[in-house]
């Protein structure tokens, strides 16, 4: 009689990666050097940069650097003076190593380091959150670390990534576990409300306060209070939510009663803040308060290989107890695995739900390489210079819609942040109907 044994799969234990060193060749800094600690490295005046200048041409936030394979990722962070290689200006990019960068009046190469092993989770799941990949299980390992302790956490992902599953994760692993978890969506919130949900309201405070509201904050006590899209919060309560983490007191709208409380602050964006606050239009002392630890939320596709882990859990979750196979074809997953997922793990529960409900996955776009929005879904069936009309068309019409609401509005502003002469960019406006 022959027993047949499943073989268990062993998870990596650490992933190695090459660190990259800064050496500043030029500048106020000159001779300041700098190596990688983590998968990215960040540049600027601000003091909690990796390296930290003090050339007054460098943004607050200036530059990050990651690993791309061999190469190194370059991306501008919505800099006043731009990043430059040799004649070439980069927002985003790879360059060599060995490459040097001008920054302001300061010139830096950028080269490898020693190797660094970084520590992965070793299980599939922590808390709500789950994923086999390498980029999850760092992730992950990094939210075993930091919900130990009671530090802010500013999460930085694109919408339908997982940013509150995140914070209730945080939350689980906190000393707080037992005690509220409580959640704001500052994006939902019309202005004149944000005060009243965060701190409450007193009765008779404003016409329809017909009664005393217990605000987000006092329901949150000694828990945690996740401040989801904290980017769309009004220039006018980022100075009042600032005394609040300061002193950890408040007074409800219309009220004269000190409120005392004791809670830990995970926020969310889609947004960068760190360019928001080159910008102006986030406070520099209120991001250093919510960001005292910074995660990143990959996107889908970018941990394609956790998509038949979720489907699955997902199914289970809508009480299908049967095999997976059942409804979704392993050449169905692989398409899904394909997909671009602009909507993220949201649009693929959306997806499973469907699936479950009509007894097949509804269609996706051919190839599934690119949502039907972008400018390379079907560009295969053009010539090449209509494609690349159309890729440039489109391209030009999202640049200035997102420049157009980062300046709100001002042309002279928008020229700037662009770095664009502004009779062009006045040109390009008319042209796409923009105002």
Excluded at 232 to 258: H, I, M, N, W, Y
Aim: hydrophobic residues 40%; contains cysteine; glycine residues 10%.
């Amino acid at each position: 009689m022959t027993t047949q044994q499943s073989t268990q799969r062993v998870q990596q234990a650490g992933l190695p990666l090459k660190a990259l060193s800064v050496t500043v060749l030029d500048g106020p800094d000159q001779g300041k050097r700098c190596t990688s600690q983590s998968e990215r490295l960040t540049i600027g005046t601000a003091t909690d940069n990796d390296l930290a200048l003090t050339d007054p041409a460098v943004s607050r936030y200036h530059l990050e650097l990651s690993r791309a394979g061999d190469r190194v990722r370059v991306r501008d962070v919505g800099s006043t003076n731009g990043t430059v290689a040799g004649a070439v200006a980069i927002e985003r990019g790879t360059v060599a190593p060995g490459t040097a960068l001008k920054i302001g009046r300061t010139t830096i190469e950028v080269s490898d380091g020693q190797t660094l092993e970084l520590e992965l989770h070793p299980g599939e799941s922590i808390g709500p959150l789950k994923g086999r990949t390498e980029v999850m299980r760092l992730l992950m390992t990094k939210v075993a670390k930091v919900g130990k302790s009671d530090v802010a956490v500013l999460l930085n992902g694109e919408s339908g990534t997982g940013k509150e599953l995140l914070a209730q994760a945080l939350h689980e692993q906190s000393p707080r576990a037992s005690k509220p978890f409580v959640t704001v969506d500052c994006g939902s919130l019309a202005p004149g409300l944000v005060a009243s949900e965060l701190f409450g309201h007193e009765r008779g405070a404003f016409t329809g306060a017909e009664r005393r509201h217990v605000g987000a904050f006092e329901r949150a006590d000694g828990g945690t209070i996740f401040l989801d899209e904290i980017g769309e919060l009004p220039a006018a309560l980022q100075s009042t939510l600032l005394g609040v983490l300061e002193r950890k007191t408040f007074r409800r709208v219309g009220g004269t009663d000190t409120v005392t409380v004791d809670v830990r602050v995970v926020s969310a964006t889609h947004r960068d803040l760190r360019a928001e606050v080159n910008s102006g239009a986030f406070r520099l002392d209120l991001f250093y308060r919510l960001a005292v630890v910074k995660l990143e939320v990959p996107a889908l596709r970018e941990r394609a290989d956790d998509i038949p882990l979720l489907v699955e859990h997902f199914l289970k979750e809508a009480g299908h107890d049967g095999p997976v196979e059942d409804l979704i074809s392993p050449r169905a997953m692989e398409s899904l695995k394909a997909h671009y997922w602009p909507g993220n793990v949201r649009e693929l529960r959306n997806l499973v739900e469907a699936t479950l409900a009509m007894g097949e996955p509804p269609p996706l776009e051919p190839g599934g390489a690119a949502p039907a929005s972008s400018p390379m879904a079907a560009l295969d069936t053009r010539s090449y210079k209509d494609a690349r009309a159309a890729a440039l068309a489109e391209f030009e019409k999202r640049y200035l819609g997102g420049l157009i609401d980062r300046s709100k509005g001002n042309v002279s502003e928008a020229s700037r942040l662009a770095r664009m002469d502004r009779s062009h960019l006045i040109e390009l406006l008319k042209k796409h109907g923009l105002k």
